[in-house]
C-alpha cells in the first residue's frame, strides 16, 4: 500500500506565492515519475507538472517560467514552488506518483487533494 500526503495549499492574493509538497510513504520499491495535477471546477484534470527519476521535467505551457518542481528521491518527496499566481491558478492540486512496490507490481497512486485559491 502506497499514500501520497500533500500540503501547502491555501488562499493567496494574485501575484503571491505558495508552495506545495508531496510525500510518499508505504510499500515502495521506486518511483519513477511524480507530479503535480490540477482540477478548477467544471475542467478536466490536468497536469501541472511532472518529473522522471532523472529529473528531466515537464510543466504546462501555463506554468511556465512561474511554477518550479523539484524532487527528493531519497526521502520520496515532490515540491512545487508556485510564484506569480494568477486568478486562473484556482483548483483543487493532486500530487500523482507512478510506484514500483517491493512485489515490483506497478501502479498510480494519488494524494487527496489541496484547495489553492488565488483570490484579492
Known amino acids: 500500500q502506497v499514500q501520497l500526503v500533500e500540503s501547502g495549499g491555501g488562499l493567496v492574493q494574485p501575484g503571491g506565492s505558495l508552495r506545495l509538497s508531496c510525500a510518499a510513504y508505504?510499500?515502495?520499491?521506486?518511483?519513477?515519475?511524480m507530479g503535480w495535477y490540477r482540477q478548477a471546477p467544471g475542467k478536466q484534470r490536468e497536469l501541472v507538472a511532472d518529473?522522471?527519476?532523472?529529473?528531466?521535467?515537464n510543466y504546462a505551457d501555463s506554468v511556465k517560467g512561474r511554477f518550479t518542481l523539484s524532487r527528493d528521491s531519497a526521502k520520496n518527496t515532490l515540491t512545487l514552488q508556485m510564484n506569480s499566481l494568477k486568478p486562473e491558478d484556482t483548483a483543487v492540486y493532486y500530487c500523482?506518483?507512478?510506484?514500483?512496490?517491493?512485489?515490483?507490481?506497478?501502479?498510480?497512486?494519488w494524494g487527496q487533494g489541496t484547495q489553492v485559491t488565488v483570490s484579492s
Open positions: 500523482r506518483a507512478h510506484v514500483t512496490d517491493n512485489d515490483y507490481i506497478v501502479g498510480d497512486y
Open positions: 508505504g510499500n515502495i520499491y521506486s518511483i519513477y515519475e
Open positions: 518529473i522522471t527519476d532523472g529529473y528531466s521535467t
